[in-house]
Each structure stands twice: as structure tokens, then as C-alpha cells.
């Protein structure tokens, strides 16, 4: 089955700086790649996904690249913001939906 | 407002005691999931159903039990089986089908303690 990486497991960038994480997948077959924000308490909400016939996407502060080829996925956030700091995680899609562990981001205004 | 809920926020059980957890969504979503999560580690998936009076276990199935009898509502229980209840329970819907390609709205979570 699908087995997905993230990394790191914790970051923390300055207020304005950009964050970068990134997660590895297995299934080679997978062909959705979420990215969900999880606050304190609270369920995940989706932020961004990519489908596996894209590259790029970008949603204002927030991108998502995929390289198919190495089976690898990474979110970007550009000029961050305190209200960023949250619980990431991404996540691919085959039949079933795989998660990473999770990256705590922290940004210090 | 359309969304999916779970309660209760919170819940103590004793343990060797079954508890069920409640989730609902006016989604209008064919698809339901449940998942916990632990400190540290991603979601990971109990139980899913597609469909009324369907569902199919996930990869951490093992005591617990769930029903779907209507589309609006896949309740959880937990049962004296589970070894370690302790978590962060989450529901999910999806539009239709099954967990793969479509977007999963979550609900707010229930944090279960067994004492």
C-alpha cells in the first residue's frame, strides 16, 4: 500500500520568511496530493491539492509542486504570517487516502 | 450552515466501558470516514463507508465498530476491546465514492480519554 514521508516534523521560520515542507509517496499510481491545516483542537481544513496531470499550482501566499517522476510533493509558503503557525499535513490518493505524520509550523512575528 | 459535527468535544470513559461517538453532515456527501490520531503521527483510517448500510474497514479496525443507516449520520463506537482508546477521533465526508480523489471535509474532532 501507499506509504507517505514528511518532512521535517518541525519547522519554525521568522515572520515574512518562507516555509517549505516535504513529503515523499510510494504508490507511483497515486493521483491526488492534498495539503490540510490543522489548528489546535480542530479538524484538519483543506488549503491546497494538486491532481497528478499538474505540475504546479499556486493559491495566492500558498504553492504545491509535483514531481512525479520522483514521487515527491512540497508545499510553499511565501511571506509568512503568524496565523500560519499550524499543524500540516499532506497527503496521497489512490484507492485509499495515505497521510504523512505531520509538520508543526511555527512563525515567530 | 452546511458541515459536519461530532460530539462531544470531550469524553471520559472508564476503562473496559464502550462508547459510541457521534458525527453528522448536511454535505449532502455519499462517502463518510473516521480516523484517529495520535501525538506525533498522521491520521490514520478505522473505518469508511460509501454508501447507506455499507461500509469497510480501514487499516486500524480492531475494536472498534461503526454503522451508517442514514446518509447524514456514521456514528463510532469504541469498544472494551480497543486496547488503547485514548485519542483524537475525526469524521470525514467526502462528495461521493471512495476515499481516493476527492476532497475530505473534516469535522472538529472528539478527544476520547479512557481512565
Known amino acids: 500500500g501507499e506509504n507517505v514521508e514528511q518532512h521535517p516534523s518541525t519547522l519554525s521560520v521568522q515572520e515574512g520568511d518562507s516555509a517549505v515542507i516535504k513529503c515523499t509517496y510510494s504508490?507511483?499510481?497515486?493521483?491526488?496530493f492534498p495539503w490540510y491545516k490543522q489548528e489546535l483542537g480542530k479538524g484538519p481544513q483543506l488549503i491546497i491539492d494538486?491532481?497528478?496531470?499538474?505540475g504546479e499550482k499556486k493559491d495566492q501566499r500558498i504553492a504545491v509542486t509535483l514531481n512525479k517522476t520522483a514521487k515527491h510533493f512540497s508545499l510553499h509558503i511565501t511571506e509568512t504570517q503568524p496565523e500560519d503557525s499550524a499543524v500540516y499535513f499532506c497527503?496521497?490518493?489512490?484507492?485509499?487516502?495515505?497521510f504523512g505524520a505531520g509538520t508543526r509550523l511555527t512563525v515567530k512575528p | 450552515d452546511g458541515g459536519i459535527t461530532q460530539s462531544p468535544k470531550y469524553l471520559f470513559r472508564k476503562e473496559g466501558q464502550n462508547v459510541t461517538l457521534s458525527c453528522e453532515q448536511n454535505?449532502?456527501?455519499?462517502?463518510m470516514y473516521w480516523y484517529r490520531q495520535d501525538p506525533g503521527q498522521g491520521l490514520r483510517l478505522i473505518y469508511y463507508?460509501?454508501?447507506?448500510?455499507?461500509?469497510q474497514k480501514g487499516d486500524i479496525a480492531e475494536g472498534y465498530s461503526v454503522s451508517r443507516e442514514k446518509k447524514e449520520s456514521f456514528p463510532l463506537t469504541v469498544t472494551s476491546a480497543q486496547k488503547n482508546p485514548t485519542a483524537f477521533y475525526l469524521c470525514?465526508?467526502?462528495?461521493?465514492?471512495?476515499?481516493?480523489?476527492?476532497?475530505?471535509?473534516f469535522g472538529p474532532g472528539t478527544r476520547l480519554t479512557v481512565l
Open positions: 463507508s460509501q454508501i447507506v448500510n455499507d461500509f
Open positions: 497527503a496521497a490518493s489512490r484507492e485509499d487516502m495515505r
Open positions: 504508490d507511483s499510481a497515486s493521483n491526488y
Open positions: 454535505l449532502n456527501h455519499d462517502a
Open positions: 470525514a465526508s467526502s462528495i461521493a465514492g471512495g476515499p481516493s480523489y476527492n476532497e475530505q471535509f
Open positions: 494538486i491532481r497528478s496531470n499538474v
